[in-house]
DNA sequence: CCAATTACGCTACTTGAAGTATCGATACTA
DNA sequence: TAGTATCGATACTTCAAGTAGCGTAATTGG
């Protein structure tokens, strides 16, 4: 039998889901600013202090959201150009769902001025996606930190001053300039 | 003489350098988040009130303080490439600078989800910066504009990412990257 | 000198959101 | 049934953006 068997006391209901549901559309309608707890929650159908219960800030909450929103990354090409462009195409359509681009955005710029937060972003979500490029690619560390620097940083800079996502033309266009410094 | 006299009333005190400086002091002492309107005008030696009657929100006193401490872009080079590789090189090391950097990315994430203050960062700080190298590369607008999104957003991402600017050696990577884009 | 005008410093206030504290009720385990 | 941990609800604290009002200072024009 595991270790671990079910541990005493009231169970935690199983709402994670439909809190990461109710965070991007409600960052999608009212964009990060006004995206609260409070409204999260009530999106959600839930009491505030049981967000505050599972995640402890609501950065932490936004980064955990993204993680779940991303998921693996498909490593899949021919070669090392097929493969990074794909996994370049993934996360520019990622980025351009409803409420995702706003809620990286948002989360981004909360952590450039809190340690805390880019902690987690970067342990949470960055690290995941190059330790497995890394490996795909078989680049060395700061290369694959350098590529994400400037897909993700174009992609959310476009959203950013637009308020739109890129367009498959420019997508386009950062792929091929990105596989051609790729070599 | 000037068609505009000296208008009736007390004048304006001559204090926005000194807003300017105390801005990026206390965002690179304190960074965005705790920079607040407060502690700038204390910082500055003026009252809170003073800074609402100049500017009317932070955002728009970040993006004031941006452009006066930006300048106008040198033009600099032999042909195209070198003039956009000193383009690209000169907006690294403002980045850089103490302050200067934390502020943009707090700004830009303030705008992401407020179009007013989009408005204000698109057309006080991106356009001038847009027009002058359309003009001095000889290319389309959407064009600059993704070059603007790709120099920006990467150096923007690692400084949100690692709190610290780029290194010349990254730097030299994204000058040679979008040079060979830049055919 | 004096009125009108405009900016300043100061204090107090409103508003909104993050995060915390408490408590009764509920759903489990042993 | 006792113990434990979660939930919802309400209230609260804290902090920062932005506003209002007032007495005062600096300037122009008569």
């Known amino acids: 039998m595991p270790a671990s068997t079910r541990p005493p006391g009231r169970p935690r209901t199983g709402v994670d889901a439909a809190v990461f549901a109710a965070t991007l559309r409600t960052v999608h309608e009212l964009g990060y600013a006004h995206a609260t707890v409070d409204r999260i929650a009530a999106a959600a159908g839930i009491a505030k202090t049981t967000v505050y219960r ?69 342990t949470q979500l960055q690290d995941p996606y190059r330790l497995v490029l890394q490996d795909a690619l078989d680049e060395p560390e700061h290369r694959v930190l350098f590529f994400i620097d400037v897909v993700v940083g174009t992609l959310l800079h476009r959203m950013g001053m637009t308020g739109e996502p890129m367009t498959t033309t420019d997508v386009d266009a950062l792929v091929d300039m990105v596989l051609r410094a790729l070599g």
Not at 56 to 69: N, R
Not at 83 to 102: C, D, Q, S, V
Not at 106 to 111: E, Q, S, Y
């Open 54 to 122: 599972r995640w402890p800030s609501k950065g932490a909450l936004i980064t955990a959201c993204l993680v779940d929103a991303f998921g693996p990354v498909p490593l899949t090409g021919a070669d090392r150009s097929a493969l990074l462009a794909n996994a370049i195409r993934w996360i520019a359509a990622k980025i351009g769902e409803p409420g995702i681009g706003a809620a990286f955005a948002g989360v981004f710029t909360d952590a450039v001025n809190d340690p805390a937060l880019r902690q987690v972003l970067s």
